[in-house]
């Protein structure tokens, strides 16, 4: 293989002959492979910590986080960015998408989108401010879309992420942190959205959850600020506050009402004795954190 060529664009000798197992075998051999990812993951444990902790700061402080990616990492963002609101109940705009080519590349390749730089940095120009955080995500660290990106962004005043699976690539020296999760060999070759795309997928799943967590956004290992866009939201907004404040579902059903449906005032007016607005001004002061507002 060409010292120019990315592991990640390597033939795997692990899976040659692939297209001659039976079915069952097939479907073994690509789980056995997609291990690898999770291991390369948990090896970059430390240098995830230090981006969370980077990132949080600026979104305590009214900042957004920006992903971005080109093809399949663009797209991996732009999910993990569409999950912050419903699950975490966070303000719009807090997390932002860009992807190369915009809209029309979540469901089909646009032509020359990934090497267009001026693109990348021109929507860094236009969404992020200096008290923002942007993450780059790229199999092979080389996409120049997303290389200008980080570097405009990081010239904004932004602080800077890059995600990659191969190590000494451009993006990494464009970020102020990098996480590089070495996948190696794709079990198909040039498929990045295989092993590669499911390390990316850890990692994004792992800041943006940490990052909740330290907002306050996670009590215990529940999630409390969920919002209850339906049925099944609803009720499980009630076994929340049922399992926090000590009470019983009709109790529940006061206290979610009381309190707009927000899952954590409802706790901290049971668990303290006060009104809503008393709780939620218990919670402000606490930085969000219920468990802070309860002490």
Not at 18 to 24: A, C, F, I, M, S
Not at 158 to 163: F, G, L
């Amino acid at each position: 293989m060409s010292a120019d060529v990315p592991a990640t664009e390597a033939r795997s000798d692990a899976t040659a002959g692939l297209d001659e197992l039976d079915t069952v075998a097939l479907v073994a051999l690509l789980a056995r492979e997609s291990r690898r990812a999770f291991d390369a993951v948990e090896e970059q444990a430390g240098a995830i910590a230090a981006a969370v902790d980077a990132i949080v700061p600026r979104l305590r402080g009214g900042g957004a986080l920006h992903y971005v990616g080109a093809g399949t990492s663009g797209r991996l963002g732009f999910l993990d960015a569409a999950e912050w609101l419903p699950t975490f109940g966070v303000e719009p705009g807090m997390v932002q998408a860009h992807l190369a080519g915009g809209g029309a590349a979540l469901l089909r390749a646009v032509e020359g989108a990934e090497d267009d730089a001026e693109a990348g940095a021109a929507a860094m120009r236009e969404r992020v401010a200096p008290r923002d955080a942007v993450v780059g995500i790229s199999a092979s660290g080389g996409a120049p879309f997303v290389v200008a990106a980080l570097k405009q962004a990081r010239e904004l005043g932004a602080v800077t992420v890059a995600v990659s699976n191969v190590p000494g690539s451009p993006l990494t020296s464009a970020a102020d942190y990098a996480i590089v999760v070495e996948t190696g060999a794709e079990p198909i070759a040039g498929s990045t959205r295989m092993n590669a795309g499911t390390a990316q997928k850890l990692v994004l799943n792992a800041i943006s959850t940490a990052a909740m967590v330290r907002l306050g956004k996670v009590h215990d290992n529940l999630m409390i600020d969920l919002v209850a866009t339906n049925e099944k939201l609803r009720r499980r907004a009630l076994r929340l506050v049922t399992a926090l404040a000590g009470c019983d579902l009709a109790r529940a059903a006061e206290l979610l009402a009381a309190a707009d449906g927000r899952v954590k005032v409802a706790v901290a007016m049971a668990r303290l004795g006060v009104d809503a607005s008393q709780a939620r001004a218990r919670l402000e002061a606490a930085g969000g954190s219920l468990r802070e507002a309860l002490r």
